[in-house]
Structures are given as C-alpha cells and as structure tokens.
C-alpha cells in the first residue's frame, strides 16, 4: 500500500476538519467534553450528534452512496477515523446499527426492511441493540434458549437475553431466537428485528465494575414480531449471524486509532507522573515496555490497512476480521495493565486521588470486557486458526 496522501484525499481532510469545528457540541474543542449524566439528557444529546453527522454526510461514510453513504475509499476511512480520535468525537449512540444491523440488511435483508430501517438507522431516529449472548449462551450461540413461536399468525417471543449494549436506549434489537428444536447444531435459528417499545419487553440495566451502564438484560414474555420482521428465512439465521458478527469484529478493529490516542496518554503520563522525584519515563522498564506496546500497536494498524483493503476489494468482511479484533481487544487490555503497573501503589486511586487522570482507571476495568464482546479472544484464536490458517477444527467443540 501506498500511505501517502493525495491532494484530494487531504481535501477530504480538510473538508471534515472544517465541519468537525463548526459542528461538534458548544465547547467540545475546547476541552469541555462532559456527557449529559442523566440518561435521558444522555440519549437525546447523542441522538442530536449523530443527526448532525447525517445532515453533515458524515454518519457512515463508508456506505454506498444509495443508501446514504459516500462510497468512501480505504484511504478516506482512515482519515475519517484519525480526525474523529483527534478531537474526541462523542460516542456513536447507534453504533451497532451503523456498523452492524444496517450493513447486514444491505446484505441479507429484504426491500421492505431496507426501506423501512435504513435511513432511520443514518439519522439515529432509531437506535439499535444486538440481542445474541444469554446466561448459558455466550460463545456457543447455537446453544440459546429464547424462543419464538407462530400463533395466529405472529411469532410469541419467551426468553432471556444478556450483556446487551444499549438496549436500556434502543428502539429496535436485532434479536437472535430458536424456532424450531433440530438436531443440526446451527440450524432451527431465526434473526428477528425486534420492535423494543412493547408489552413483554424488559430491560435491566447491569452497572459493570467501571461503573458504566451500557449493558442490559432483556427478559422477553410474549413479545411479539411479525413475518416482515425475520431477516432471511425462517430457520436459516445462522448465515445471518455470521454475516453480522464479521461487520462487528471489522467495526471493532478499527478501534485501532483509539488505541494510538490511549497509547500516547500512558506516554503523556509517564512523563508528568514522578516517583521519588523521578519521572516515569526515565525508568528503563518504563521506556521497554512503551517500545514494546508502540511497536505492536503500529503493527496493528498495518494489519488492520491490509484487511480492509481485502474487505473493500471483497465488498464485505471475511476471517481476517477476528485477527484484527483480537489485536486491538488485547493490546488495549495491555496497555491499561502496563498504566496501572508504572503507577505502582497509586494505580488503584480513583477520582480526585489519581495521579493523572482518574479515566485511566476506568478504561483499565472496562479494557477486560473488550476481550468478551464481539467474540471473546478464544474464539477468535479459533476462527483463526480454522478459517485463516486452514488448522483442524478444535476436537473438543
């Protein structure tokens, strides 16, 4: 690849930089980047950020231009993820529709839905939930319980889903059940898009140990979908779980650029932070172990330059997406570790006690659940190995 810019890739450069400054929050450049804390106030201020990112063009960049996108090419989206990590950008609130549920529907999902959902997706108007993990089904998704069954025309939801990212905000949930019980292992599986704000359907906010709350429980009694709701057919939702998790996993990687940004403030503090009256950075383990996570987290993103390349070339995701997921999954959780160990003592302070910014501590507790969501680091080693490396399946399995 060549990593140099064209004049017209910097245009597009300086075209975002231009709307980014005169179309993020009131002070957001500034360095008054406090998110609403009540969850309504919450909501509607990144349901208003990602209205803004559509009227600007700038909500999914890499969609095609007939479903609201810009057909954007591999070096636009890098620049896109560069100049949204350089300002710090507010969260995406419908980041599993943008990069998950709408590109699958592209795929694999019928007319109706695609008229239906799509631009609704781009606006934020609806926001989205992925319903896959539950208490006994986390890694092994053949293995859910929830089940939907037809009557009188509709299909009757029971079940229990966990770990669902924003479901406590979401309109829709692109909701994975069993319709029939087979013997085939991934067969008797059915995708439904799951309309939230009815009868039957309760979400439970789980406040993780960062003390966040972007993950849910879902207890389902009754809910109720239709045949227009199914994505692909009826028993066959298996391909349709596939085709979204390779989104997911792509999605996830490009987090690569976040973790060039984490990386640089472990270094910002390793220079302020003194201990004894000596600064962190002139400790030789300090500086090996910053060389170490530099050095691999720039392999990284190369990594990650390739793969999309092969997926813009391919048109959609292939295996190759795990890899770039583990890396960044990983390095991420190391990177936090290594924060913490150079504090030594003072790497367990919180709030006003820390020595440099009490959100390191809260990335280090979230960095452990980057490891589970989307596909935990075993099954990405196994996908790996089976579908990259052309290895034996796994005996076991």
């Given at each position: 690849m060549n990593f140099t810019f064209t004049k017209k890739e910097e245009k597009f450069r300086g075209e975002l930089r231009a709307w980014l400054e005169t179309s993020l929050p009131t002070g957001w450049l500034e360095g008054d980047r406090q998110l609403p804390k009540d969850p309504q106030h919450y909501s509607q201020f990144l349901r208003d950020w990602q209205r803004a990112l559509y009227e600007g063009g700038w909500a999914a960049i890499a969609w095609p231009k007939e479903y609201g996108g810009r057909d954007a090419t591999l070096m636009e989206e890098i620049i896109y993820h560069q100049e949204m990590v350089r300002v710090q950008s507010p969260p995406l609130i419908n980041y599993i529709g943008i990069h998950m549920v709408a590109p699958t529907l592209m795929q694999m999902g019928t007319d109706s839905q695609k008229d239906e959902f799509i631009e609704k997706i781009l606006t934020g108007e609806q926001v989205w939930s992925q319903g896959y993990s539950e208490p006994s089904a986390g890694s092994d998704l053949s293995a859910i319980q929830t089940m939907a069954v037809k009557k009188d025309g509709k299909w009757v939801i029971n079940g229990q889903k966990v770990w669902t990212s924003f479901a406590h905000l979401a309109d829709r949930c692109f909701l994975l059940t069993k319709t029939e019980k087979s013997e085939g292992k991934h067969d008797g599986i059915t995708v439904f898009l799951l309309d939230m704000h009815q009868p039957g359907v309760e979400t439970v906010p789980i406040v993780q140990m960062d003390g966040h709350q972007e993950f849910n429980?879902?207890?389902?009694?009754?809910?109720?979908?239709?045949?227009?709701?199914?994505?692909?057919?009826?028993?066959?939702?298996?391909?349709v779980l596939i085709a979204l998790m390779l989104h997911e996993r792509s999605g996830i990687a490009a987090q690569v650029f976040t973790l060039e940004q984490q990386f640089d403030r472990v270094v910002d503090m390793a220079k302020s932070v003194q201990v004894c009256g000596v600064s962190l950075m002139?400790?030789?383990?300090?500086?090996?172990?910053?060389?170490?996570?530099?050095?691999?987290?720039?392999?990284?993103?190369?990594?990650?330059?390739?793969?999309?390349?092969?997926?813009?070339?391919?048109?959609?995701?292939?295996?190759?997406?795990?890899?770039?997921?583990?890396?960044?999954?990983?390095?991420?959780?190391?990177?936090?570790?290594?924060?913490?160990?150079?504090?030594?003592?003072?790497?367990?302070?919180?709030?006003?006690?820390a020595l440099f910014d009490s959100d390191m501590q809260g990335q280090y507790l979230a960095s452990f659940g980057a490891t589970i969501g989307g596909g935990t680091s075993e099954v990405q080693r196994n996908t790996i190995g089976e579908r990259i490396l052309g290895l034996p399946k796994d005996l076991g399995r």
């Open positions: 429980e879902v207890y389902l009694t009754d809910a109720l979908a239709t045949d227009a709701d199914v994505v692909g057919e009826v028993g066959k939702g298996w391909k002139e400790d030789p383990f300090v500086e090996d172990g910053l060389a170490d996570l530099y050095t691999r987290i720039n392999g990284a993103k190369l990594n990650y330059y390739r793969n999309i390349t092969h997926t813009l070339k391919n048109g959609k995701p292939g295996p190759e997406s795990s890899l770039d997921k583990l890396l960044v999954s990983e390095l991420t959780k190391e990177l936090f570790d290594f924060a913490m160990t150079i504090q030594g003592h003072a790497g367990i302070l919180m709030a006003e006690d």
